[in-house]
């Protein structure tokens, strides 16, 4: 299956900074990549569609100034977290889709963001 | 609006089979998926359903009866490694995953 790939896995950093998180799709061009954030014990909660040469899509209550996404390349998308604060702690998971909607998601490793 | 419902949590026995319930109601319907997320990872892809009916692979079954709005995972000969949660997801008619809260299933020896 297709390979999406999300660096860092893991990030201690302390409040007040930012935080960058590349998702990468290795071998497919994905237009559309998705941007998970999940809480322990809780479900994936969908934060922000990012579209290729477009502004992202933001789910209803996710600061947009906050959550920067950028996604300049097929390839390449980004989620940076602004000011991070220790409630912003938590597990952020990219997904893309191959081309045709109705493909299976593939996802990043995840990243665990810990905000001291 | 949008609905996904599964068991919080379920247990079963090493060897045993489980079967894990999910239904949904959601604008549109154009598929259907199973994850499995063991704690700390990403999910990872077990099965997608669009047709009604009995999709086999290996010791996991995935099936789908779209009239009801329901779909279930089967696991046969439980291992100690399926612990996990298992995700049930629906593409709706904006080929937007819609995410259930997951089913927490536990293995005992």
């Known amino acids: 299956g297709a390979v999406v790939s999300q660096h860092p896995s893991r990030v201690i950093c302390k409040s007040g900074t930012s935080v960058k998180i590349e998702c990468r799709s290795l071998?497919?061009?994905?237009?559309?990549m998705f941007w998970y954030r999940q809480f322990p014990k809780q479900s994936l909660m969908l934060m922000a569609t990012?579209?290729?040469?477009?502004?992202?899509?933001?789910e209803q209550g996710v600061e947009k100034d906050k959550f920067l996404i950028n996604h300049a390349s097929l390839t390449l998308s980004t989620l940076t977290v602004t000011s991070a604060h220790p409630e912003d702690s938590s597990f952020y998971i990219c997904?893309?889709?191959?081309?045709?909607?109705?493909?299976?998601?593939?996802f990043g490793q995840g990243t665990r963001l810990t905000v001291v | 609006g949008q609905n996904i419902d599964q068991p919080t949590e379920m247990t079963a026995t090493e060897g045993a089979i489980v079967q894990i319930n999910c239904t949904y109601q959601?604008?549109?319907?154009?598929?259907l998926f199973w994850y499995q997320q063991h704690a700390g990872e990403a999910p990872t892809f077990l099965s997608y359903?669009?047709l009604d009916g009995l999709e086999e692979k290996g010791r996991f079954s995935s099936f789908l009866s779209r009239s009801k709005g329901y779909s279930y995972l089967l696991l046969k000969e439980l291992q100690m490694k399926d612990s996990a949660s298992y995700l049930c997801?629906?593409?709706?008619?904006?080929?937007?995953?819609?995410w259930g809260a997951g089913t927490k299933l536990i293995i005992k020896p």
């Open positions: 990012s579209n290729e040469g477009s502004k992202a899509t933001y």
């Open positions: 071998d497919f061009q994905a237009t559309t």
């Open positions: 359903n669009v």
């Open positions: 959601t604008s549109g319907f154009n598929g």
């Open positions: 997801a629906v593409l709706d008619s904006n080929y937007q995953l819609i």
């Open positions: 997904s893309a889709r191959a081309p045709g909607g109705d493909t299976e998601a593939f």
